[in-house]
């Protein structure tokens, strides 16, 4: 029976079980926790500083009033690039290629920076509904329009990480199997072929880690809006 290619995204089961939980579950395992000692070893001196470097990063657009959700935004891109990365080792499933699971993280956050912006300043958040200067007669139709893209947001975020991640593995795998193909027939165009694919692979390891920075980076933006 010839399978198709998107077969890959389909969820698995074991025994009628999803096994989504466990593929979601298994990344907080392999990160191993920071001991009380005075001296860590390497890994964990390495881990510390991409963490500290990173929330760095993320704050650097936040005002104060936003420092508050760094550890939930740096917990959410170490769990994004750690899905990410291992969907992309053989016999592995990816749950971020999932549209349900990312407009299930995307949604509740996009959603609570709303509610902040309404609950601390709602002038400025219903502000920006509406440029300043308008003519008159455009104030309805942007005000619809700015609507529109405001609660297109949270579809935007999962759409792009599903679409980055999908479009990554699909050719992948096109180019994957036409490298076994050429193979017993012309092998220097398998190699060729082979080593496009080894150069793809660098390139998609790239596309998973700068999509969980893009999902996480654009959440602080919204945020900054809003606080």
Sequence with gaps: MT??????????????VPLMALALTLP???YPTPTARWLNNRFLALQGWFINRFTQQLLLPL????????????????????????GLLPYTFTPTTQLSLNLGLATPL???????????????????LLP????????????????????????????????????????????????????PLMPAVALLTSAVLVLL????????????????LLLTLYLQENV
């Design 3 to 16: 399978l198709s290619f998107f077969d890959q995204f389909m969820s698995p089961t074991h025994l009628g």
């Design 28 to 30: 907080w395992i392999l």
């Design 63 to 86: 005002s104060l009033g936003g420092h508050k959700w760094a550890a939930l935004l740096t917990s959410l891109m170490i769990f994004l690039i750690t899905l990410n990365m291992l």
């Design 110 to 128: 996009w959603l609570a920076t709303v509610i902040i912006g309404m609950r601390n300043q709602p002038t400025h958040a219903l502000g920006h």
């Design 132 to 183: 300043e200067g308008t003519p008159g007669p455009l104030i309805p139709v942007l005000i619809i329009i700015e609507t529109i893209s405001l609660f297109i947001r949270p579809l935007a975020l999962g759409v792009r990480l599903t679409a980055n991640l999908t479009a990554g593995h699909l050719l992948i795998q096109l180019i994957a199997t036409a490298a076994f193909v050429l193979m």
């Design 201 to 216: 692979t660098l390139l998609e390891i790239a596309v998973a880690m700068i999509q969980a920075y893009v999902f996480v």
